[in-house]
């Protein structure tokens, strides 16, 4: 049989309490640890989702109209 262990308390200590102003400064340094994009690869990895979704709603509303020709031949109007 599985025994049934008590989950031990998770308290923080005192020195690691929340502080609003800690949360702030853990948040700015771990933006600054973030490797950023050149403008060249932001432009281009924009360009290719744009081109990426107009694709897909090309692809997607062409389904759609055929699915709606098709119930209309189907409903005869």
């Known amino acids: 049989m599985a025994q049934n262990r008590a989950r031990p308390e998770l308290r923080l200590a005192p020195s690691r309490r929340f502080s609003i102003i800690g949360f702030f400064g853990d948040v700015i340094g771990e933006i600054r640890k973030v490797t950023w994009p050149s403008r060249e690869e932001a432009t281009r990895l924009w ?7 107009a694709v897909m709603g090309v692809f997607l509303g062409s389904f759609d109209w055929l699915f709606a020709r098709l ?3 189907l409903a005869g109007t």
Not at 47 to 53: G, N
């Open 47 to 53: 360009l290719l989702v744009i081109a990426l979704a």
């Open 71 to 73: 119930f209309a031949l």
